[in-house]
């Protein structure tokens, strides 16, 4: 059995906001569309990729699939498109996907390939949880037409998957008129469309806010950063940028900075681009003496360059002395400006080792941390 799968993306995404379709705007450095494609080449069992683009967006979308899908030009209705690209189809089965969908998951792909092989048909659907009102105009307002209930009713999703055959019949039967998707034209003119379970995280990416909120927190990171520096006289202490009146000083070849090493490390961590060392080696003269301020705004631009900004942080100093309590708020001002995040995003604790080891010694201070990233829009 062999497979071909569809993705409509000729719409204009003019709800999103964007002056250009939503589709094509890279977000953590890919475009939704591209995730989109990159989730079905994984599942592996699709033999043809068809992509139905706008004429306006036709020779970009090229370039992005160019080795992976053929590209058609879709029509004035989502309709016309999904025809155009169906005129291609060569699969025994074929799966219609919006390429606004990209959080599509492998179990949904092949629940909807293995059902329209079986039946003819599947069409992804979740329960309504919300009670369900059609409405009317009252002069400016809005009044309930009909009660529409709860219980049996459902959402529709993508990817809907058809026996290639009966679809093209479908079609050709439809002629000019409008429908809302393929499994209503399958349902009136080729025959019944078979439930398959959808997914909640489905979500079609419609408006604004879809992408501020939701695409962030389902591309968030998360990474974790540890240093620790010994404590030595004639150095200055310096924490999270701020100079802390102390007999002693961290030692480094930097200017030991020990919270935003560790900060800077989690930072890198979340984003899978090694660690401090490998970036700005100590057998580096450049960085003798280095101000880390200056590293931390090198770091935050490889994040940048991975398609990532911090949202959060949060780091706990394991000091014995001298006592940072009163230091804390300046601390957090510092580092949350040169972080680009606001001080209720960043979470600075302070402890002793109650005098044990080489914390409790005062040989040294250590930091633990820990960066959330969220994904840019570039
Ligand atoms: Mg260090």
Do not use: W
Request: proline share 3%; with cysteine.
């Amino acid at each position: 059995m062999s497979v071909t799968l569809i993705l409509a993306c000729a719409g204009k995404g003019e709800r999103a906001g964007f002056d250009k379709n939503k589709l094509l705007v890279p977000v953590a450095g890919k475009t939704c569309l591209e995730r989109t494609i990159e989730t079905f080449i994984k599942n592996g069992r699709i033999d043809q990729f068809i992509v139905v683009a706008s004429k306006a967006d036709f020779d970009y979308v090229q370039k992005l699939c160019a080795n992976v899908a053929t590209v058609v030009e879709g029509g004035e209705t989502r309709t016309r498109s999904v025809m155009n690209g169906l005129e291609l189809a060569s699969g025994d089965v074929v799966l219609i996907h919006d390429g606004a969908r990209p959080f599509v998951t492998q179990r949904l792909i092949n629940d909807c390939i293995d059902t329209a092989s079986r039946y003819g048909s599947a069409l992804p659907v979740v329960p309504t949880r919300d009670t369900m009102v059609s409405s009317a105009s009252y002069g400016d307002e809005s009044v309930v037409r009909d009660y529409l209930g709860k219980g049996g009713l459902y959402q529709v999703q993508t990817p809907q998957g058809f026996n290639t055959t009966k679809l093209k019949d479908a079609y050709a039967r439809a002629g000019e008129k409008i429908y809302n998707d393929d499994g209503e034209v399958y349902k009136n003119h080729a025959g019944d469309v078979v439930l398959v379970e959808g997914d909640v995280d489905n979500l079609k990416l419609t408006y604004p806010e879809d992408f501020d909120r939701l695409y962030p927190i389902k591309l968030c990171r998360v990474g974790t950063g540890f240093d620790c520096h010994r404590l030595v006289d004639g150095r200055k202490l310096i924490l999270g940028g701020v100079e802390i009146p102390h007999a002693k000083g961290l030692l480094g070849h930097s200017d030991a900075d020990v919270l935003t090493h560790a900060v800077m490390d989690a930072v890198l961590s979340a984003v899978c681009e090694r660690d401090i060392g490998y970036h700005f080696p100590d057998t580096d003269e450049k960085y003798k003496g280095a101000d880390s301020m200056l590293l931390l705004k090198e770091v935050l631009a490889i994040a940048e360059r991975k398609g990532y900004k911090v949202a959060s942080v949060s780091a706990c100093i394991m000091a014995q002395k001298p006592k940072l309590l009163p230091h804390i708020p300046e601390i957090t001002k510092n580092l949350a400006s040169a972080l680009g995040i606001t001080v209720d995003a960043l979470g600075i604790s302070a402890t002793t080792l109650e005098g044990l080891g080489f914390v409790g010694r005062e040989e040294g201070i250590c930091v633990q941390s820990t960066a959330t990233l969220t994904a840019v829009d570039e």
